[in-house]
């Protein structure tokens, strides 16, 4: 049972208490004056996380513990049975810069017996009596809070400059493959329309003619339904249409035979178009056919550049999150795979991704950009760790209320001595110049602090799993 009293410690009793023990007689009364006693019994809670921190508590006798709220789960920071250990408004004294609510939450362990104080009575206290300090503990805050942003910031940055660089290289191999075809295409089309006229002279019956612009038709349609050959199979098929055409004597026919097996024409569907016209007209009806086979090829190669660069202009702006809200309802699979388009060029040849999703997941909410900075920090970690050959797995799945985000990579693993620290700002165990020791520490915030998640880490050789957990609630 909860037991506050309108009993008081005596200036004597107050000056036991480290915190008090300097104090003049003056503030020794103002602090008797308006602080109180207050008893709990064993696994009452003294403050709850998240509550707006209006009371400061120093503990007279007992024994308390302090947790924080972890996916649902209170994890025990520290115990003390120390007489004069506090907790609470500890940070009320900064007025409009203050923390609003209690950073974590304080439990009896013990029966247990406080000391209490408003928040705004240790506020103006502090203010009034030691003004220099405050000045100096404000200046403090208000730097180390404008340096995290501007860590923030850069890290955000340099990540975003180095996946850039990547991202204008990727949008290049598209367009320059767009604007390649595009030429051939020109070309293409011109000599197709000056075979059509070699053709159509006069010297093919109208009904020929007919049966011949079929067999464009037809062709059209087979080269979008072309058969996948492994490279070996491609090979036989050229030679065998190759030999073909040498045998009606087709000039070139080692240049024709990899456009039309391409398309998926074979010797027999070019027995049927021997059969239409002469011997004189098979080579330009057959070189008018395989420019109909290649400008539909290339016309497939364009509509692919330019899927290409739509899909990756989408995932930098999904990325980048610049047209959204910065607290959102969002697919996590949506930012994971825009996360991993952004490093596609930064992904080498004998680096196998793997996607093991569950689409069943539902969407949440989230600070969406800045979740995608900690995939950006976890991927480049894991691909750093991989080097040239290994597996990149990013997994999704549910675990009671939470979403769960693995990123596993096949790596030489974190030394176990060092583990411990890789979520302390500036640790590092990249060499100079590669590393800021950042990124982890900045993840662990974003997850942890803002959306009230948890990230973890588990390695051995070969394997390193990196564990995010996000509330399906936001909370």
């Known amino acids: 049972m909860t037991a506050e009293t309108d009993e008081r410690l005596e200036p004597a009793q107050l000056r036991t208490l480290f915190l008090f023990e300097s104090l003049d007689d003056e503030k020794l009364g103002y602090v008797h004056e308006h602080g109180r006693v207050k008893r709990l019994p064993a696994d009452a809670d003294i403050f709850v996380e998240g509550d707006p921190a209006r009371c400061f508590y120093v503990l007279l006798d007992g024994t308390v513990s302090l947790t924080r709220l972890v996916h649902g789960d209170r994890i025990e920071i520290s115990r003390s049975s120390q007489r004069g250990a506090y907790g609470g408004a500890t940070q009320s004294y900064l007025n409009e810069q203050r923390v609003e609510n209690y950073l974590h939450s304080m439990r009896a362990v013990t029966d247990v017996t406080l000391f209490v104080l408003p928040a705004e009575v240790i506020s103006t206290a502090m203010r009034r009596w030691f003004p220099m300090a405050m000045h100096l503990l404000d200046g403090l805050f208000l ?38 075809a595009t030429a051939v295409l020109r070309d293409r089309v011109s000599g197709m329309r000056h075979k059509l006229a070699m053709i159509a002279d006069g010297r093919l019956d109208g009904e020929r003619l007919h049966r011949l612009v079929e067999f464009q038709e037809a062709a059209v349609k087979q080269a979008a339904n072309a058969p996948t050959r492994s490279p070996l199979e491609t090979s036989d098929a050229e030679d065998t249409l190759a030999d073909w055409l040498d045998e009606h004597d087709i000039t070139g026919g080692w240049d024709l035979a990899p456009i039309l097996t391409a398309g998926g024409i074979d010797g027999t569907w070019l027995d049927r178009v021997a059969d239409t016209v002469s011997q004189d007209d098979l080579e330009p009806a057959i070189r008018w056919l395989a420019y109909t086979v290649e400008t539909e090829l290339l016309m497939g190669e364009i509509d692919d550049a330019l899927h290409r660069i739509t899909g990756l202009v989408g995932a930098a702006k999904q990325y980048s999150q610049l047209d959204r809200a910065p607290y959102q309802t969002a697919d996590v699979h949506d930012l994971l795979d825009a996360t991993l388009a952004m490093f596609s060029a930064k992904i080498g040849p004998d680096v196998r991704v793997v996607r093991e999703y569950d689409r069943s997941l539902p969407a949440i909410p989230v600070y969406a950009g800045e979740l995608n900075q900690v995939w950006t920090n976890l991927i480049d970690n894991a691909l750093y760790a991989i080097g040239e050959t290994g597996v990149l797995t990013v997994r999704t799945g549910q675990e009671e209320e939470r979403v769960v985000v693995e990123i596993v990579d096949t790596g030489p693993g974190i030394p176990a001595d060092v583990r411990s620290r890789i979520f302390e700002p500036f640790f590092t165990t990249k060499p100079i110049g590669e590393g800021t020791g950042l990124g982890l520490e900045i993840s662990y915030r974003i997850v942890v602090n803002k959306h009230h998640g948890d990230l973890a880490v588990e390695s051995e050789p070969g394997r390193t799993v990196f564990r995010v957990c996000l509330p399906i609630s936001g909370r």
């Open 143 to 180: 730097g180390m809070r404008t340096t995290e942003n501007l860590v923030n910031q850069r890290e955000r940055l340099l990540a975003l400059g180095s996946l850039s660089a990547g991202l204008t290289h990727e949008l290049n191999n598209p367009a320059a493959a767009a604007v390649r």
